[in-house]
């Protein structure tokens, strides 16, 4: 106990010194669970902390009152601020999410205690629960994760160590890095000026997208720029993020700014001259862009926390509205803004070329040199650089070597584990915190990469599925089971009704990144050749992944001798996609899997295309039609075919020959313009969709595309068989 009294008071002085600098820590607090609470809980109630906050069970039975918070809603507490906050990992284990999540909510001069029992490291916690896919324990996974947790707090110089009932280590602070640029009075950093002046200063179609590390006066620069713009420019500012919670610091600002004003709802704050600045939700922003109720000339949009919203719906948003800028967080939970800005750089090419970009590098929150901030950053590897493009690949992809990857060296070895989890952050549009975690100690989880000079230059990951007893694939096909993980292949069985693809034995691919300055020269098509050779030699029946109904992507897959297996009807909330699965049989078994599932996927398309995919995107729809078997075109549906693109015949009656003609076109090798016509007359034969608003406009454009499709399909396949 007087161990205790002496640490707390340390720490409490510690913590004040902490404030002068605006500086927060860390204190690793490991222990037997009883004597580390008792300790936690002499430092909670020895000083007047501002809204401490404890993180444990919400079964954990504390010997005083005190807020708890599960680590699964630890979220929700993303943009409020605490001085103390109590990790108790004793009952739930170690949650990468919450620590993620809530370091950013440490104030300055603030502490976050993690309490861990002794043995750190040396086996699976209870969180592992969550990686334990049917039919492994949660005890029997590695601790590859764990065990490099708990070397990284061992080794830092930024960690206060306190070894429950013993005495406190309290490291020397650093010394402390100049202080932050000169303010203007509004913004608290010469980042955020720069913001709020390229903010309000928008031009017409030259969006702005702002990235920033948390803690950086992102929201509050747009809340500055959103009064500045309502007072001064415009009469209405939308905004819109992934939740109204994420923007709540903007409506914090703009109220502070603007006290004539009053927030008359949740979602809406009106100034005293009229103007309004207004929330939506991204879905139901998209559907009054499509009613017209929101967007066009003069109008101003602002996107929060953008690298959590599909890449779809911003794409359709830089349409809408001439003057917009995009913000989003670099590293985290929300979702990585590198990935991201990789993702939707083509779409901000394609419509918008002059976009800006903008970094804010100075926090706010905090100061310069924090050391819980870059204690986290490493812990996590939230800010895993990409690794050098060493070389350009050869030509021919056959002469790439690709290698296994063992995670207990990867563990073990810092710098190869950072370069290759940069390369997948950088090469995907979201990674979180527990993803690190997945891939060192995830049951069934391979890697192999290429590798040029200790460079990484692309990595697969995979993940082994199915292999079921066929009393419980019976069960999942029913609906009665939902044993842990197995995404494709129970999916395949709950939807597609195949029992098969549960008791066969499968090879999902759950990344595959190639550095970007080396994609489409072969490094994937190497690393899936060089795999699903290993997979064949090893029994396995299947490969497959599932990924985002995007053209490009699927057309790789095709490329690679995959066919598509299932289509889900609604779109991912993560990409704003429809999910598309493909599979290769590697054996005889698999090739009589897959052959049920293609009848089963070719059977189901057309109808669904008609109603619940009738926005699936028209390249993604051609695509897939060249996968149905061929149809055969007899002399009347060139006739019909002819009528209508030559003469005045109504195209609806003479759908059947135009759904036809575009099956058949899918096959065929067309030009860029006559691939726009499929996709014209694909849209209209099989989802019912318009050329034109108007409907005369609409008759005309479609029989300019069938005109231009006759051609190459008669070129191809003859006037009449097909």
């Known amino acids: 106990m007087g161990n205790d009294r002496a640490a707390v008071a340390v720490l409490i002085h510690h913590a004040m010194r902490l404030k002068r600098r605006g500086w927060r820590q860390l204190v690793w607090l490991a222990g037997d669970a009883e004597t580390c609470r008792s300790s936690a809980q002499a430092l909670w109630q020895a000083n007047d902390w501002q809204v401490p906050v404890w993180v444990a069970s919400e079964r954990t039975a504390l010997a005083f009152s005190a807020p708890v918070l599960s680590p699964r809603k630890a979220r929700t507490r993303l943009g409020a601020e605490h001085q103390l906050v109590v990790i108790d990992t004793h009952t739930t284990g170690f949650d990468p999410e919450a620590l993620g999540a809530l370091a950013g909510t440490v104030t300055a001069g603030g502490l976050l205690i993690l309490l861990t029992p002794p043995s750190l490291g040396d086996a699976p916690d209870p969180d592992y629960a969550r990686l334990a896919d049917y039919p492994w324990p ?32 309290l490291p020397h602070l650093p010394v402390r890095p100049p202080a932050a640029n000169a303010r203007d009075g509004v913004c608290l950093s010469a980042d955020q000026v720069q913001a709020v002046r390229q903010l309000v200063g928008l031009k017409r179609r030259r969006p702005l997208v702002m990235t920033a590390d948390r803690g950086r006066g992102k929201s509050a620069a747009l809340g500055i720029a959103c009064a500045q713009l309502l007072m001064h420019k415009t009469q209405r500012v939308v905004l819109t993020a992934p939740r109204l919670s994420a923007v709540e610091s903007v409506f914090e600002r703009i109220a502070a700014l603007c006290p ?70 670099v590293h985290g939970y929300e979702g990585s803004g590198r990935g991201f800005a990789l993702r ?48 350009k690949a050869q030509p021919n992809s056959s002469a790439l070597v690709t290698n296994v990857v063992e995670r207990a060296w990867l563990a073990e070895h810092e710098a190869a584990l ?11 549009y979201r990674t979180s915190p527990s ?175 008609a109603f619940e995919l009738s926005a699936l995107p028209a390249a993604v729809l051609v695509l897939l039609l060249g996968q149905l078997p061929g149809v055969s075109l007899s002399g009347r549906d060139w006739q019909d075919i002819e009528d209508v693109a030559t003469g005045y015949r109504d195209p609806v009656l003479a759908r059947p020959a135009l759904h036809a003609l575009a099956r058949a076109a899918s096959r065929c090798s067309l030009s860029e313009s006559q691939q726009r016509s499929l996709q014209q007359l694909a849209a209209w034969a099989l989802q019912n969709l318009p050329l034109a608003s108007a409907h005369g406009e609409a008759v005309q454009a479609l029989r300019l595309a069938v005109k231009e499709l006759i051609e190459p399909v008669k070129g191809t396949h003859g006037a009449v068989a097909v």
């Open 138 to 169: 949660w005890q029997a996974l590695s601790a590859h994760y764990l065990e490099r947790l708990a070397g990284q707090l061992q080794s830092s110089t930024d960690v206060i160590h306190w070894r429950a009932g013993q005495a406190l280590h």
């Open 260 to 329: 004539d004003g009053r927030r008359v709802a949740q979602d809406r704050f009106v100034l005293a001259q009229g103007s309004e600045l207004l929330f939506i939700l991204p879905d139901s922003l998209t559907e009054q862009i499509n009613a017209q109720q929101q967007g066009g000339d003069g109008s101003y949009l602002m996107v929060d926390e953008a690298a959590a919203i599909p890449a779809g719906l911003l794409g359709q948003w830089l349409s809408a509205f001439p003057r917009i800028a995009f913000a989003t967080t």
């Open 344 to 391: 939707f750089r083509d779409t901000l090419d394609r419509l918008t070329p002059q976009w800006k970009a903008l970094t804010l590098e100075s926090p706010i929150r905090w100061s310069r040199g924090d050391p819980l901030e870059t204690l986290v950053d490493q812990l996590l590897l939230l800010k895993a650089a990409l690794p050098l493009a060493r070389s």
């Open 418 to 428: 950072e370069k290759l989890f940069g390369l997948l952050v950088q090469s995907h």
């Open 435 to 609: 993803d690190l975690r997945q891939l060192l100690d995830g049951p069934g989880t391979a890697l192999r990469m290429i590798e040029q000079a200790g460079e990484p230059q692309a990595v697969l990951v995979t993940r082994e599925e199915g292999g079921f007893e066929a009393s419980l694939a019976h069960q999942v096909a029913r609906g009665e089971r939902r044993p842990q993980g197995h995404l494709l292949a129970q999916s395949l069985a709950t939807h597609a009704g195949s029992r098969e693809a549960l008791t066969a034995r499968w090879r999902r691919v759950a990344r595959i990144a190639t550095h970007p300055e080396l994609r489409r020269q072969g490094l994937g098509q190497a690393l899936l050749r060089d795999d699903m050779a290993a997979a064949q030699q090893q029994g396995i029946a299947l490969y497959g992944a599932t990924f985002g109904a995007e053209a490009s992507l699927l057309r790789f897959w095709l490329a690679q001798g995959f066919s598509p297996v299932r289509l889900g009807i609604t779109r991912e909330a993560s990409t704003g996609e429809f999910a598309v699965m493909v599979a290769k049989a590697l054996n005889a078994q698999g090739e009589a899997v897959l052959a049920d599932l293609e009848a089963r996927f070719q059977a189901a398309l057309v109808g669904l295309l």
